[in-house]
């Protein structure tokens, strides 16, 4: 009886989690400037990104995630990574702990 219960609730598990894997697709998080890929790395496009989902990165307060926005807001979207050391605050070593997890689109 044990066991049956203890299939039947791994069967429920694995199949509630079955419509999630077969997508193949990081799930997207909406954020107030657009959609924000989530995926199992953690990755935030820097260019769609609000001051919360900015926050995420490594080293990232408020303040900076707030100077970030406004740099974009003025200046237009950012074409690669590195253009995140022309805002105030954003150095070289912060760039480097978040490289993996900065997406530009």
Not at 6 to 33: H, K, M, N, Q
Not at 45 to 62: F, H, P, S
Not at 76 to 91: I, M, S, Y
Request: charged share 20%; hydrophobic share 50%; no cysteine.
């Amino acid at each position: 009886m044990i066991h049956s219960l203890r299939a039947v609730s791994l069967l429920l598990v694995l199949l509630l989690a079955l419509p999630a894997a077969a997508a193949g697709a990081p799930p997207r998080a909406a954020t107030a400037t657009g959609t924000t890929m989530v995926g199992s790395a953690g990755a935030v496009n820097i260019n769609t990104a609000d001051v919360k989902d900015l926050m995420r990165l490594k080293g990232v307060g408020k303040k900076l995630a707030e100077s970030i926005v406004q740099y974009r807001a003025a200046n237009g979207p950012f074409k690669n990574a590195e253009d995140l050391k022309r805002v105030k605050g954003v150095g070289h070593g912060l760039l480097e702990r978040n490289r993996e997890r900065i997406v530009v689109k």
